[in-house]
């Protein structure tokens, strides 16, 4: 199975930071990596997919980069709305797999 | 609007069973691969089956293979898992998740119902 492992787990930031969360893949999953963001108590929203192509309606302060084995998404200027939790997941070989998530806290 | 609405969770005794349904709408059931996502309380996301929009492809991750049974109705737009033999670990919430096949990411989430397994 491929094993997606995120950094950091837990991620303290301020309002305007700019914020970056790196996911790794155990081996190269070309640019099959999407990113979703979950808040408490709802469903997880795409943020991100193909690694660096921002899903309809998603603000451009996200972005995403990478390819193989190294993956970032990045939020330019933290806004309130964006403290939650960040997940990637891979979609090139069965099982899929998730990362563990990377909290975003409030500073 | 595309809209994914489960039901069919609830309190389970270990080694019972559930069957678990996805109502969709708002869209073209059967141009879409579909699939279930699982997440136990305070964990992380794990995916666990999906289906081709005509049925004839399946897959499962290894925790649930021989025990879960993903299926679907095109004509009833609804997405299906029968689950069995269920055990303390599959407690989690259990969404109902669209795959758009040209991006390969699960792009619309239903709610979620929540499966408990416990005596």
């Known amino acids: 199975d491929i094993q997606m492992t995120q950094s950091p787990s837990t991620l303290s930031a301020s309002v305007g930071d700019r914020v970056t969360i790196t996911c790794r893949a155990s081996q190269s999953i070309s640019s099959w990596l999407a990113w979703y963001q979950q808040k408490p108590g709802k469903a997880p929203k795409l943020l991100i997919y193909k690694a660096s192509s921002l899903e309809s309606g998603v603000p451009s302060r996200f972005s995403g980069s990478g390819s193989g084995t190294e993956f970032t998404l990045t939020i330019s200027s933290l806004q309130p709305d964006d403290f939650a939790t960040y997940y990637c997941?891979?979609?090139?070989?069965?099982?899929?797999?998730f990362g563990g998530g990377t909290k975003v806290e409030i500073k | 609007e595309v809209q994914l609405v489960e039901s069919g969770g609830g309190l389970v005794q270990p080694g019972g069973s559930l069957r678990l349904s996805c109502a969709a709408s708002?869209?073209?059931?059967?141009?879409?691969?579909m699939s279930w996502v699982r997440q136990a309380p305070g964990k992380g996301l794990e995916w666990v089956a999906n289906?081709?929009?005509?049925?004839?492809?399946?897959y499962y991750v290894d925790s649930v293979k021989g025990r879960f049974t993903i299926t679907r109705d095109n004509a009833k737009n609804s997405l299906y898992l029968q689950m069995y033999s269920l055990r303390a670990e599959d407690t989690a919430v259990y969404y109902c998740a669209r795959t758009d096949a040209s991006i390969w990411s699960f792009d619309y989430w239903g709610p979620g119902t929540l499966v408990t397994v416990s005596s």
């Open positions: 708002g869209f073209t059931f059967s141009n879409y691969w």
């Open positions: 997941q891979q979609y090139n070989y069965y099982p899929l797999t």
């Open positions: 289906i081709k929009q005509d049925g004839t492809e399946k």
